[in-house]
């Protein structure tokens, strides 16, 4: 996109910002790029149509992304600290290496993304969909809330759950393999099956009646 004014940049955005077909959102991903660029406040995007846009890197701090569909969304490196993202769709989105801290993402969705290597120090997940979702590779759950979250078929491996609240989440065939600074109170506040997959640490006896007991195996 040619050197734009922020006056037309943002009669740009007016134009477009309702569009919904392949050729408006990509347009629309462009202005949104060279708004950034240029330093230029990012107007709210709550609720928009935004499938597939490509916003890699950018830093949407305090952005307004309420309802907002990033389904497919290119979103590696993106910077969403203290994002208010409730309800958003990240449905099968590449977030690798972006940053949700004290981001607000509950009831979100992001079933199937990829968050591998993602920071999502005390952010707000309540009740938000991870099925499926790659959150591994050292991504950071510290001092989040995650609870009542659905992390089933996730793969958790080698996260760091320091402080992490996971009462009610759904951890039923995730991977956790790995994973650091898991506790035995927060598995127990948690829903898994046989199929969670747990760290060489924590040892899981089932009972006859289908519950549990957890604790932690201190290697010497």
């Known amino acids: ?15 477009y910002r309702e569009g919904k077909d392949a050729s408006e959102v990509e347009k629309k991903g462009e202005i949104l790029n060279a708004m950034w660029k240029n330093r230029i406040s990012i107007p709210t995007l709550a609720n ?15 952005a307004d992304l309420c309802g907002a569909n990033l389904q497919n969304a290119i979103l590696i490196g993106t910077i969403f600290v203290s994002a208010d993202m409730i309800g958003v769709n990240c449905r099968e989105a590449n977030l690798g290496g972006s940053n949700f801290f004290d981001a607000e993402i509950n009831e979100g969705n992001f079933a199937g993304a990829n968050l591998a290597k993602v920071d999502f120090t005390e952010a707000r997940a309540v009740g ?5 979702a790659d959150i591994g590779h050292g991504s ?8 009542k979250a659905d992390l089933s078929r996730a793969s958790l491996q080698g996260a760091k ?20 600074e898991l506790t035995a109170e927060q598995v127990r506040t948690a829903v898994i099956d046989r199929e969670t997959k ?17 604790y932690v195996e201190y290697l010497e």
Not at 140 to 147: E, G, R, V, Y
Not at 162 to 167: E, I
């Open 1 to 15: 996109m040619r050197h734009l004014s922020e006056e037309e940049l943002l009669e740009l955005w007016e134009q």
């Open 48 to 62: 928009l149509h935004l499938p597939k846009v490509d916003l890699c890197g950018m830093d949407l701090t305090y």
């Open 128 to 132: 938000t969909v991870f099925t499926g």
């Open 140 to 147: 950071i759950l510290m001092d989040s809330d995650f609870s």
């Open 161 to 180: 759950f320091r402080g992490t609240n996971l009462s009610g989440a759904n951890l039923k065939g995730a991977d956790l393999r790995g994973a650091e």
């Open 198 to 214: 747990m760290p060489m640490y924590m040892k899981i006896n089932w009972t006859a009646n289908g519950e549990f007991e957890c």
